[in-house]
Every structure is written in structure tokens, then in C-alpha cells.
């Protein structure tokens, strides 16, 4: 079993930058694969980013086109940790933000694909 847990989220105002981080615990051997999704009010839940390794010091990462080049998704080499490094955020960034793992190596942006899920930590942009 894999716990997921997230934190960092916060109201920021537009322009500004935040953090958020997930840490994973249990088997987390098997999850080679991390990525965040959030949800609006009103909306379904969509993908932002994920990131995938296989053991060495290098991983894939893959991006919304919503917010490539504004966030980075990334983690510590040897660390449960996975963080999500956000800047010029937008008011229409304001959601809930879902840390997710995933068993199979390849990355998804498809949440049915993801097998654990984190609570959930807010992000609120203001105008």
C-alpha cells in the first residue's frame, strides 16, 4: 500500500509563485510514476503534470499545455518526495490539488490510470 500527502497549497495572489509537495510512504518502490491533477469548482478533475523514473538520476516529465513553461514538476534523488513548483499563477489556477502515483512505468495523463491518491491541498489565486 502507498499513502499519499500533500501540502503547500495556499491563497497567493496572481503573478505570484507556490510549492506544493507530496510525500510518499509505504511500498513506494512500486510507483514509478508521480503526477498532480487538480479540480476546480464546478469542473472535472484535470491533469497538470507527471513524472517518471526508473531507478537512475534521470526522469521524464510531461505537462499540461495549460501550464508548461509555468510550472515544474520534479523530485530528490532518493527522497519520497515529489513537488510541484508553480510561477506566474493565474486565477483560473485556483483548484484542488491531487498528488497521484501510479504502478505502471509509462506516465498518464489519464486519472482512471493512477492507482493512489493524495487528500488534496487548495490553491487559491486571487486577481
Known amino acids: 500500500q502507498v499513502q499519499l500527502v500533500e501540502s503547500g497549497g495556499g491563497l497567493v495572489q496572481a503573478g505570484a509563485s507556490l510549492r506544493l509537495s507530496c510525500v510518499s510512504a509505504g511500498r513506494t518502490f512500486i510507483i514509478p510514476v508521480m503526477g498532480w491533477f487538480r479540480q476546480a469548482p464546478g469542473k472535472e478533475r484535470e491533469f497538470v503534470a507527471a513524472l517518471s523514473w526508473s531507478g537512475s538520476r534521470t526522469y521524464r516529465t510531461t505537462y499540461a499545455d495549460s501550464v508548461k513553461g509555468r510550472f515544474l514538476i520534479s523530485r530528490d534523488n532518493g527522497s519520497p518526495t515529489v513537488y510541484l513548483q508553480m510561477h506566474s499563477l493565474k486565477p483560473e489556477d485556483t483548484a484542488v490539488y491531487y498528488c497521484?502515483?501510479?504502478?505502471?512505468?509509462?506516465?498518464?495523463?489519464?486519472?482512471?490510470?493512477?492507482?493512489?491518491w493524495g487528500q488534496g491541498t487548495q490553491v487559491t489565486v486571487s486577481s
Open positions: 497521484a502515483a501510479r504502478r505502471s512505468t509509462a506516465a498518464s495523463s489519464a486519472d482512471e490510470r493512477y492507482d493512489y
